[in-house]
């Protein structure tokens, strides 16, 4: 992203939530950055194409705030608590953008921007499900992704009274009072007889797309990756994990050795970790 495309974003994202959506025209956009309609469609070929950008801008920052975190060698607790504080503190701060959303039901303007909201969804999940792992390993690991949906049904819930209620909630007091909530629900499925609900063949079949737009999502990461880095050994191991992960039947020893390549400490953490989940390595 380039800088004019970062002020266009910035200043439609603005109007967007002042406004609202459709009542914002490309105009006002173009006013608002003082450049010309001609400017913009250089950047952006509809206003359509601006919010799916948009959605993408404003995830970007929350998710990249949460991958900042330092989660080596910190108590898995501790970190999970410090996840969730920055998720509920960033999204309290881009509120204005979400209410817009909700308010004029975006959603179904762009088939695009439907997907980005869906795949949003799957990597969040994915954060939570390392995290859960993290702090719970394998003593409840049938009953993980059940977990992980009422984790998610407990964040939005408290969301809505942030965003919606404007209640005024100390988010690190009810981020350690989450947690809380996961130990007593954990100590409970390790003594559970009942069949969970939510299982890896069921996610398997039924959240195919959702994982198809994670191959693609991760493939976007890494030629991102690779353009960015100025290590070549880093990049040569980031391009030998892109084109199998292209493959129909990837090498998973061959991804495995090319990961153990990538430092555990560097910038890059969040995308090994995240091919690692891909792969269950």
């Known amino acids: 992203m380039n800088a004019k495309e970062k002020m266009i974003i910035e200043a439609g994202s603005r109007l967007f939530a002042k406004k609202g959506y459709s009542t914002t025209s490309i105009q006002e956009i173009v006013d608002a950055c003082?450049?010309?309609k001609g400017a913009f469609y250089l950047h952006f070929?509809?206003?359509d194409a601006l919010l799916l950008a948009a959605f993408k801008y404003q995830f970007n920052m929350i998710k990249s705030k949460i991958d900042s975190i330092d989660i080596e060698g910190v108590d898995p607790r501790e970190a999970f608590?410090?996840?969730l504080t920055i998720q509920f503190?960033?999204?309290n701060r881009h509120k204005d953008f979400i209410i817009m959303q909700f308010r004029e039901q975006t959603t179904p303007i762009n088939t695009e921007v439907e997907d980005f909201i869906r795949k949003m969804g799957y990597e969040i999940g994915s954060l939570y499900h390392q995290s859960l792992?993290?702090?719970y390993g394998t003593s409840i690991s049938a009953y993980m992704y059940d977990l992980n949906i009422i984790l998610q049904g407990i964040i939005q819930s408290y969301l809505k009274l942030i965003i919606f209620e404007q209640s005024s909630i100390d988010v690190r007091k009810l981020s350690i009072y989450i947690m809380n909530r996961m130990d007593d629900l954990a100590s409970g499925y390790k003594v559970s007889k009942e069949e969970p609900i939510i299982t890896l063949d069921w996610i398997t079949k039924h959240s195919e797309p959702l994982i198809t737009s994670s191959k693609d999502a991760?493939?976007?990461q890494l030629a991102k990756?690779?353009?960015e880095t100025e290590d070549e050994n880093l990049s040569i191991t980031l391009e030998v994990i892109e084109e199998e992960l292209k493959k129909d039947k990837?090498?998973?020893p061959v991804i495995q050795g090319m990961i153990n390549n990538i430092p555990e400490k560097s910038q890059l953490r969040s995308l090994r970790n995240q091919i690692k989940d891909y792969f269950e390595l």
Do not use: C
């Open 34 to 36: 003082g450049m010309s």
């Open 45 to 47: 070929k509809s206003k």
């Open 81 to 83: 608590i410090n996840q």
């Open 89 to 91: 503190e960033e999204i």
């Open 133 to 135: 792992t993290r702090l």
């Open 218 to 220: 991760l493939l976007q």
């Open 225 to 227: 990756a690779i353009s």
């Open 250 to 252: 990837p090498r998973l």
